[in-house]
């Protein structure tokens, strides 16, 4: 079964471990907040191959632009209301 993890707040390793352990080929990741510097921190590669998603505003006031990174996705909270309608878990970080 697909979750949608949400990550809202920047994650230490053995959290970040706990993630990627908890995580299937099919899961989606939704950065916002504080959890968008999880993508700054080169953390990145932990999640390649998969469906990730950043809101645009929390990415943009962290420093994250969409030139700098192509795997991600950048979304507005309607889109992120979609997610949790298309998933049919999520779990928030």
Not at 15 to 40: H, I, N, P, Q, T
Not at 43 to 65: C, I, K, P
Request: no cysteine; charged share 20%; glycine share 4%.
């Amino acid at each position: 079964m697909a979750i949608l993890h949400i990550i809202a707040r920047h994650l230490n390793a053995d959290e970040l471990s706990k993630l990627v352990d908890r995580s299937g080929a099919e899961d989606a990741y939704a950065f916002m907040d504080d959890g968008v510097y999880v993508l700054l921190s080169k953390h990145l590669t932990e999640f390649s191959a998969r469906s990730v998603y950043v809101l645009a505003q929390h990415g943009h006031e962290r420093g994250l632009t969409e030139d700098k990174n192509n795997q991600v996705q950048f979304i507005e909270m309607s889109d992120l209301v979609s997610l949790t309608a298309l998933y049919p878990t999520s779990v928030s970080w």
